[in-house]
Each structure stands twice: as structure tokens, then as C-alpha cells.
């Protein structure tokens, strides 16, 4: 018996390689169908601004290439998202959505009543993580409670194991035997009117496969002088992988890998001050999530 499409929902996980989400649908076999929705609305009162929104159209551009490479593409809509995704079903005769979780209180109201009407409809709905090292659910203090202070809650964290990088194997991409209809890219308006963005595009490069090279180009040659470096704003001194890991062109078990291997020979982890700093920096990054996940008022 033929398996179901899965609809494969991108959002802030811009990326093939360590995507949970991916990886469970390809295991479910049957074709997948990449969607990415743009859903302002669905943001609350933090929808992105015009700089995010610059990167988001260059790094979904490279998205879609990188699936293309796999025998695929990246279909994209507009609108409340619950509305685009019962679409699509009906569409695709879709048996699966799959996404990556997000904590940000707005959007997981949004997905659990996604998630809530998809199953009642006897979907399988499921959500994965690839956003964060520890999710926010699963640490909790000496009391059974969340952490209100940074120190000992990476502390904590630091004596936990970390999952590797879920590895994604070659070949082409189960299709559907007829894809949905698609937005262009430009339909999503998601580039200014009036150009202001040259300094971006001098400067950066966005997309899975740049910030691969970032990482790979910081841990050999900035890491260890991360500490120092990164307070001369003379110097290129820190990493440049914040909005790479904010719209997931790359994610955080990549991040620590890229550290731990730099460290493999000499069998010490971190390998350098700099490297402990770093990792730190990091850990603020999962500490805000965490406190975002548990206290919602926060924004």
C-alpha cells in the first residue's frame, strides 16, 4: 500500500542537513512536500523586520536550490497558516505534517491549535526539535522547577550528554506525482521597495551552505582568540553565525560538533578559553528560550 505524502513545514530551520523534521519524514517514506507559509499574523506582535525579512528571501532562494539538488523544490504560500496547511491536505492528500518546534509564546498557541485540529482530523501531526540544544521542558532545577539565573542552569546543561547532528543521506527526494501550486519567491514581498540592503549584500551571504563554510572557517581560525576578539569591534572577532542560527541555516548541535572536534585530538573539551566563552554564548541563546518557554510574559 502506497504511503502518504508528508507536507514537510519549514519555518525557522532553513536548512537540509540536522533537520529532525526532515529526517522523520524521509523515514515515513511517501512522497514529501517542503511548504514554507509566510504568516505574519501568526508571529503575534513580533513579526520580522526588514532586515530578517531580507535574509529570509535570499536564504529561501538557497533552500529551494538545495532541494532541487535532491529531486525537489520548496512550495510557497501566504495566509494564516491552519488555513494554508488544510489546503495543501485536501490538495496533496497529505497523511503527515511535520515541523520543527519554536517557543516564542505566540507560535506555540498557534501550533498546538494546528496540531490539536490536524489529529482530530486523524493526521499525523507531529513537531521535532532542531532549534536547540536542551529544550526548555526537559531542564529543570533541584526543585522540579525552571531556571531564573543563567550560571547554574548552563551549569547544569554542561553535564548533560548533547545528541549529534542528525546525518542526511544522498540521493533524490521521494516526489508527489503532482506538486501543488506554488507563490514565486518575489510573491512573499519579502524585499524592500526602496534598496537600502547594498551593505548586506556586500557583507553577507545567506543559506544553509554559507553558514556550513562560516562555521567551519570561525572554528579554525577564531575560536580560540574568541574571548578577546570578540570585544574589539575593530577586529572580526566573533563567530557571524546569529542570524544563520535565527532563521536555522544552521543549527546548534552543528555548532557544538564544530567545537568538540576541534578539541578531539587533544581528547579536552572545550579545547581553549575561548572555546568555553563561546559555548557560553551559546548557552545565553538556549537560557532565552527557556525562560521565553516558561515564563511568556516575558516578551
Known amino acids: 500500500m502506497a504511503v502518504s505524502p508528508t507536507l514537510l513545514w ?11 523534521a526532515l529526517a522523520a519524514a524521509l523515514a515515513r517514506g511517501g512522497p514529501v ?29 538557497a ?3 538545495s532541494l532541487r539538488e535532491r529531486g525537489s523544490r520548496l512550495i510557497l504560500r501566504r495566509g494564516n497558516s491552519a488555513r494554508v496547511l488544510d489546503e495543501l491536505v485536501r490538495a496533496t492528500g497529505a497523511g503527515a505534517i511535520h515541523w520543527n518546534r519554536r517557543y516564542e509564546p ?37 526543585q522540579g522547577g525552571p531556571f531564573q539565573v543563567f550560571t547554574p542552569y548552563w551549569r547544569h546543561c554542561l553535564a548533560l550528554p548533547v545528541a549529534e547532528p542528525i546525518r542526511l543521506k544522498a540521493g ?14 518575489g510573491d512573499l514581498d519579502l ?14 551571504k545567506p543559506g544553509e ?8 572557517a570561525f572554528a579554525a581560525r577564531g575560536l580560540d582568540a574568541y574571548a578577546e576578539e570578540r570585544n574589539r569591534p575593530d577586529h572580526e572577532g566573533s563567530s557571524r553565525l ?25 581528547g579536552v573539551f572545550p579545547p581553549s578559553n575561548g572555546a568555553r566563552v563561546f559555548l557560553a554564548e551559546i548557552g545565553w541563546r538556549e537560557f532565552a528560550a527557556h525562560l521565553l518557554y516558561h515564563f511568556p510574559h516575558t516578551p
Open 106 to 142: 505566540a507560535v506555540i498557541a498557534r501550533d498546538k491549535t494546528i496540531k490539536a485540529g490536524l489529529a482530530g482530523r486523524g493526521l499525523e501531526a507531529k513537531s521535532f526539535n532542531s532549534a536547540l540544544l536542551f529544550e526548555p521542558q526537559a531542564i529543570a532545577n533541584k
Open 172 to 185: 533524490r527526494f521521494p516526489e508527489p506525482a503532482k506538486w501543488p501550486a506554488s507563490l514565486a519567491l
Open 33 to 61: 512536500i517542503p511548504l514554507y507559509i509566510r504568516d505574519d499574523e501568526g508571529e503575534g506582535a513580533w513579526s520580522p523586520g526588514a532586515a530578517v525579512r531580507w535574509w529570509l528571501h535570499h536564504s529561501l532562494a
Open 191 to 204: 524585499q524592500p521597495r526602496v534598496r537600502w540592503d547594498e551593505g548586506l549584500r556586500q557583507s553577507w
Open 209 to 216: 551552505a554559507a553558514a556550513r563554510i562560516q562555521l567551519t
Open 10 to 20: 519549514f519555518r525557522q530551520d532553513l536548512r537540509l542537513s540536522d533537520n529532525a
Open 63 to 65: 533552500l529551494d536550490e
Open 242 to 266: 546569529s542570524p544563520r542560527l535565527h532563521l536555522g541555516e544552521i543549527g546548534p548541535r552543528q555548532v557544538w560538533a564544530a567545537v568538540a572536534a576541534r578539541g578531539k585530538a587533544s
